[in-house]
């Protein structure tokens, strides 16, 4: 059984930083593409950002573009979201996601399994 949880959420000052951490269990990450999205109160899931499963490809939200990074340790079978320049739009619930093959898609319809999602509020 896959599982994914999420760590390193909190709250902080606008032009702050957090990292996002995501531990999987039950699948080597280094074979899957993985993905966070993020949902704000009263909005659609939002693609954030992705990574491929056998190549260095990554992938972004035009919003978060140059501010966020996504990477992973395949030793540690983690996956991260690097935040800088964080805005108050960036409030949101942010998940982990991970598709069993390799492509990375911006799609969370294309995602087989989901954490269960950390809170990042921004403070003005």
């Known amino acids: 059984q896959v599982q994914l949880v999420e760590s390193g959420g909190g709250l902080v000052q606008a032009g702050g930083s957090l990292r996002l951490s995501c531990v999987a269990s039950g699948r080597t990450l280094s074979s899957s593409a993985v993905g966070w999205f993020r949902q704000a109160p009263g909005k659609e899931r939002e693609f954030v950002a992705a990574a491929a499963g056998t190549s260095s490809r990554t992938y972004y939200g035009d919003s978060v573009k140059g501010r966020f990074t996504i990477s992973r340790d395949n030793a540690k079978n983690t996956v991260y979201l690097q935040m800088n320049g964080l805005k108050p739009e960036d409030t949101a619930v942010y998940y982990c996601?991970?598709?069993?093959?390799?492509?990375?898609?911006?799609?969370?319809?294309?995602?087989?399994?989901w954490g269960q999602g950390t809170q990042v509020t921004v403070s003005s």
């Open positions: 996601a991970l598709r069993v093959g390799t492509l990375a898609l911006t799609r969370k319809g294309s995602y087989d399994y």
